[in-house]
């Protein structure tokens, strides 16, 4: 299984302000996924992020709010832009295994807008 | 719509007390079905994929069974370690976005 991280693992910021989250994985893969966990609900897919090309966003969730980037095949950054309280919630980048499908998540960036 | 249902929300168990957790979907063409299981303050933890009905996995003391419209995952003898939130997911034909459940947040006390 892939090991991934994420930084930061915790922030508490301002609304107006934006802040970019990393994901780090150990080995090449294909899609990563950023995905958003607010309290008490299920965890909802923002967009698919593949490498050499344009993020794909799920219905709901716009560029301009979410840019995302993707360098290269380890690595992917998440950004909330002009944040208000109602961003509040757990960040999980997720990969795509390789063989049966699988999908693997990182420990999560938990953001507090105040 | 795609759509993912568990049950019960939470469940209290004692220790030894085996149980089960429902997940109810609703999907166009399932690819797969998926559980997870999630810590206070952590990512969730993959645990199984199940991709057709009739199918069955275990781990230790976890047995995930699926249906055309349902999957169960089955707890023999908790232990309070096994006290987590388990999330169920499916996997579409697109092949990509996993559509989840709220959870099942479990307590498994001594």
């Known amino acids: 299984s892939a090991v991934i991280s994420q930084k930061p693992s915790r922030d508490i910021c301002q609304r107006g302000t934006s802040l970019t989250i990393q994901c780090q994985v150990d080995?090449?893969?294909?899609?990563m996924f950023w995905y958003r966990q607010q309290p008490g609900q299920s965890l909802t897919l923002i967009a698919t992020?593949?490498?050499?090309?344009?993020?794909?966003?799920e219905s709901g969730f716009v560029i301009d709010k979410f840019p995302i980037s993707r360098p290269n095949l380890t690595f992917s950054t998440l950004t909330v832009s002009n944040m208000s309280p109602e961003d509040s919630s757990i960040y999980l980048c997720?990969?795509?295994?390789?063989?049966?499908?699988?999908?693997?998540f990182g420990p999560g960036t938990r953001l507090l807008v105040l | 719509e795609d759509q993912v249902t568990q049950s019960p929300e939470a469940l209290r168990l004692q220790e030894g007390e085996s149980s089960s957790l429902n997940c109810s979907y609703t999907?166009?063409?399932?690819?797969?079905l998926f559980w997870y299981r999630q810590d206070p303050g952590k990512g969730p933890e993959f645990l199984f994929t199940?991709?057709?009905a009739g199918e069955e996995k275990e781990k230790e003391r976890l047995k995930a069974t699926l249906t055309k419209k349902e999957s169960f995952l089955h707890i023999t003898a908790p232990k309070p370690e096994d006290s987590a939130t388990y999330l169920c997911a499916v996997q579409g034909p697109a092949g990509t976005a996993l559509i989840f459940g709220k959870g099942t947040t479990l307590s498994v006390s001594s």
């Open positions: 992020a593949n490498q050499g090309s344009e993020a794909t966003y």
């Open positions: 999907v166009s063409g399932l690819r797969g």
């Open positions: 997720s990969v795509k295994g390789v063989g049966p499908e699988t999908q693997y």
């Open positions: 080995s090449q893969v294909t899609m």
């Open positions: 199940l991709y057709s």
